[in-house]
């Protein structure tokens, strides 16, 4: 009885000071959270890190607790600290507090070392990733004895690295270097050292950096190695791995993205291949010909290969693969092969990547005959013709088929679906088929992926297909297709995206609101452009999650719904070329929008309140429509904005300042308008430089594809390779626009897209001179000020724009000569100052300015020399403006010699027309005399007055 009641009271004391367990987490450790957070907390990710007793930090966000000792055992601390901050070194007795803390990660926090190596010693996962450590942090990690996964990519490592300061870390199982700039390993002898202890070392991660063919050599004592990632690295050559002929355990070799060319034989002075466990092998993007598969036959337990991007040419025997009878995996892409031969080794491949090749002839199906496990089939990209010949038997455990861009002319054959009734993918896209869709398609109760675009089917959408209860991308852009959008075709219960662009469908959108079909809230993408629907645009539409919506060269009317206002995750927009009219919806704003396209409509109304700080916007394109007003102040609020088009509406007013502090910019496009007063010198304070951001327009979420894809590939992803892009569909909408340069309006798209840069200002009635500034636009491609009413001269800081490839300038007021320093302007291919009042000599003809014709230059009087037919010796010319002088000084209209000499004869010649005067007419020589008398009197008078006030005003001060 007394036992237990000092049990009592012991637990009693020991809960009250935080000993035991609680509901909630240990009090110290919370309060060294706390201490923490000053650290971490950046992005204010640590919110609810909070100074409160009791309050549990096992819900706190990036902290993992055990659920029974409620002790905290994790703490993800990745990306919490501004990436251009100092580089600093971090106290690690601060996670003392922490006894049983496993896992701690610090990815990307610009870490540069420890102060005090303490508080980590029971950790087993530590992530430092992403940060500014050097060499040295090798000494600092070998106390932490207990670690089994140590991650040190993307950090500052060079040179050679000393393993044997891990030597303590017994229990390490996975070691990741990657991203550095590592050279060699020390070897792992030296004189009487111990060797290295990493015998539980399962995977070595040694990507991304500068090894040599020589590293193999240091790697032989890692017994329990299972994977070795060594992909960019300098590997060239002939390879000799006898280096890992001890590493009996290895399962997985990655040495993609090196240039070997071979990999030396193992049978040379009797060494004998140990590798007999390994299955995972790949040797992509390399430079191996067809001889690798002779190097390649004692890998007897290999299940997945792959030889993508290599020097593979010609035709391949199937049978140089009968070696590996285990193989499920087999992927060839980016080669030269042209053939296959003997077709009936293939026994056991569930994985099957011919892609971009050159093969011809009808489709292999033969590939399916005797191998009935096959799952996914990959060809397109080669020059395959048709017909389709499918396996007389059905295929139930094909679900890929992938044969598009080929050139195939057939019609799709009405037994795939019995052949392959398991199909989840099937893309035929880019070929020629023709004929319609088979109803049958519909009925596959697997299908999420059906992508039938740029081909020639005709007739219209199978109802049968429309209700598909499996469909998630369904793609028919650019076909035939004709007839009315089948209702049904948005009530399918999983939907994710529908492409139905680049048709000939007519009618209205379906308005599902009334008829008895379910509303599509899944469906995120739409694309419906370039066809002939017309109506009003179907209020329903913007009651959904959409992410990306194309609409545009159809014929649609009236008003943009004001329920356009409820699309929060709307990121793309085009309603383009149509005929809509009215104002723009003030209250749209969507929170994550990046590109609007609202071009060739009749919209109207000024621009207020609409995408007001749209701090994601890309791209704004509102060219030809009627709005009118001013360019709004609050511009600036698109903090990322790259492409601003307003061309061919009614705006006047001054343009901006606001537009400056848009850094990003690189096409600005305010043509045919009513703009007035000067062009804004800050605008050469911008770049308009290359950007990556125009070209991509959000289209939908592929990532659930691609993990389905990964079971179809034979090899574990490193953590920094993903599937190959070509095995699934891009998952962005290519974003084009049109701009005009070069006198003519171009259609830019893809990596065109985002290099392109320009500014057209012309056709409005801009006044001032032309700023100096502009000349630090080094990167620009296009400026084009023509039709305004510019004065002054052309800045001899023009010269500096050397990417420049059109500059107009024509139909201004400009004047002086034109700067001899354009010459240098090596790109440029069109050029115009034609109608100005520009005079002296025509820029000298050699590189691109021996190209320009008389068109260049007409409408200047005073202008002469070829390719003008004025010839300057002849010509008399007045006094012009010296274009040497400083950019500053540029703005002078007058030459300061010529005006000097003209005053003075000037006045010279006033003076003796006064004097010859007085001297002919006495009169006025009468007269000239009484009025300078009656002047000096005045003044006399005058001086004397005011001098005697002054005196009799101090005299009374003193007094």
């Known amino acids: 009885m007394m036992e237990s009641k000092w049990l009592r009271i012991l637990l009693t004391v020991l809960l009250l000071e935080g000993w035991l367990c609680t509901d909630a987490c240990w009090e110290h450790e919370r309060i060294a959270l706390v201490q923490l957070k000053p650290f971490f907390n950046y992005y204010y990710d640590l919110n609810n890190w909070v100074e409160v007793k009791g309050s549990d930090c096992c819900q706190w966000t990036r902290v993992e607790c055990n659920t029974t000792t409620r002790r905290v055992i994790g703490l993800s601390l990745d990306f919490t600290r501004r990436r251009n901050d100092q580089y600093w070194y971090l106290n690690a007795s601060l996670f003392l507090p922490f006894k049983e803390l496993k896992s701690l990660s610090l990815e990307a926090n610009g870490i540069a070392g420890f102060v005090e190596n303490e508080g980590l010693h029971n950790l087993e996962v530590l992530d430092l990733s992403g940060n500014s450590l050097k060499n040295d942090i090798l000494v600092h990690m070998g106390s932490l004895s207990s670690l089994k996964t140590l991650d040190l990519g993307s950090n500052k490592l060079k040179g050679t690295v000393h393993l044997q300061e891990l030597n303590n870390l017994t229990n390490l199982k996975n070691l990741y270097l990657q991203y550095n700039s590592i050279e060699s390993l020390q070897p792992l002898y030296q004189g009487n050292e111990t060797q290295l202890k990493l015998t539980n070392l399962e995977v070595l991660d040694l990507s991304y950096n500068l090894f040599s063919n020589n590293t193999f050599a240091f790697l032989p004592e890692l017994s329990s190695l299972k994977t070795l990632y060594m992909w960019s690295n300098q590997l060239q050559g002939s390879i000799d791995i006898a280096g890992l002929n001890n590493l009996i355990n290895l399962k997985k070799l990655d040495l993609s993205w090196n240039k070997i060319e071979s990999l030396q034989s193992f049978q040379d002075n009797g060494r004998q291949l140990k590798l007999t466990h390994l299955e995972e092998l790949d040797l992509s993007d390399n430079l191996f010909n067809n001889s690798i598969f002779a190097s390649l036959k004692g890998f007897s337990n290999l299940k997945s290969l792959r030889i993508n991007n290599n020097k593979l040419k010609g035709s391949i025997d199937m049978k140089d693969l009968s070696a590996f009878t285990n193989l499920e995996e087999l992927y060839m892409s980016g080669n030269e092969l042209n053939e296959l031969v003997t077709h009936k080794v293939i026994r056991q491949i569930y994985t099957c990547d011919f892609s971009y090749n050159k093969f011809n002839g009808t489709v292999p199906f033969w590939l399916l005959e005797n191998n009935t496990k096959l799952e996914a089939l990959f060809l397109m990209g080669n020059s395959f013709t048709g017909p389709l010949q499918f396996p007389p038997i059905p295929h139930p455990h094909v679900s890929s088929i992938d044969i598009s861009n080929n050139k195939i002319q057939a019609q799709i054959p009405a037994d795939i679906c019995s052949t392959f009734p398991h199909l989840e993918r099937l893309l035929l896209s880019m070929n020629t088929f023709k004929g319609n869709i088979p109803p049958c398609l519909g009925g596959m109760s697997h299908l999420s992926l059906l992508d039938l675009s740029t081909n020639q ?219 007035s007063g000067p062009i ?102 296009s400026l084009n000020f023509s039709h305004n009413k510019l004065i002054g001269i052309i800045p001899s800081s023009f010269s500096n724009l050397k990417q420049i490839e059109s500059l107009d300038l024509s139909y201004n007021n400009l004047s002086g000569r034109i700067p001899v320093q354009l010459v240098e302007l090596n790109f440029l291919e069109v050029f115009s100052v034609a109608h100005n009042h520009l005079s002296g000599k025509t820029p000298e003809r050699k590189a691109q300015f021996g190209t320009f014709d008389e068109s260049s230059y007409e409408g200047n009087p005073l202008l002469c020399g070829p390719p003008l037919h004025n010839n300057c010796s002849n010509t008399d010319l007045p006094p012009t403006v010296s274009t040497e002088s400083d950019d500053e000084g540029e703005d002078n209209l007058l030459d300061m010699s010529a005006f000097c000499v003209s005053f003075l004869i000037s006045f010279a010649a006033v003076l003796l027309g006064i004097f010859s005067s007085l001297c002919i007419n006495p009169y006025w020589r009468k007269t000239w005399f009484s009025f300078i008398e009656d002047c000096t009197t005045t003044c006399r008078f005058s001086i004397v007055g005011n001098v005697f006030e002054l005196y009799i005003f101090r005299r009374n001060a003193w007094v």
């Open 680 to 781: 804004p010198s800050c605008l050469g304070n911008l770049t308009f430089g290359s950007s990556f951001n125009k070209s991509s327009a959000y289209g939908g979420d592929y990532s659930f594809l691609e993990q389905d894809m990964r079971k179809y590939i034979g090899m574990e992803m490193s953590m920094d390779q993903s599937v190959p892009s070509h095995l699934y569909p891009s998952s962005y909408m290519e974003e084009w626009i049109e701009f005009t340069t070069k006198r003519r309006s171009y259609r830019y798209e893809g990596d065109i897209l985002d290099y392109m840069s320009g500014i057209d200002l012309s056709c409005n009635k801009l006044t001032g001179r032309i700023p100096f500034q502009l000349g630090n636009l080094s990167e620009i491609h």
């Open 457 to 675: 089917l005709s007739g219209g959408v199978p109802e049968e297909l429309s209700m598909s209860s499996s469909l998630q991308i369904l793609r028919l852009s650019n076909n035939n297709l004709t007839g009315k959008i089948v209702p049904t075709i948005f009530n399918s219960n999983l939907l994710l995206e529908l492409y139905l662009d680049g048709n000939n469908f007519v009618g209205k959108i379906p308005d599902i609101d009334s008829l008895n079909v379910g509303f599509p809230y899944f469906l995120s993408v739409i694309d419906i452009r370039n066809n002939n629907l017309s109506g009003k645009l179907p209020r329903w539409i913007w009651n959904m999650s959409l992410i990306s919506l194309a609409l545009s060269n159809n014929h649609f009317e009236g008003s943009i719904p004001m329920e356009l206002c409820n699309s929060d995750e709307l990121r793309f927009l085009d309603l383009s070329q149509n005929n809509l009219s009215g104002s723009i919806p003030s209250c749209f704003n969507p929170p994550y929008i990046e590109h609007v396209h609202l071009s060739g409509n009749r919209l109207s109304g000024p621009l207020v309140g609409s995408l007001y700080s749209s701090s994601s916007l890309v791209t704004l394109d509102l060219t030809a429509n009627n709005l009118t007003g001013n360019i709004p102040e609050w511009i600036d609020t698109f903090s990322a904005l790259n492409v601003l088009l307003l061309k061919a509406n009614h705006l006047d007013g001054r343009i901006p300042v606001q537009l400056c502090k848009l850094y990003y910019l690189s096409i600005i496009d305010l043509s045919q308008n009513k703009l």
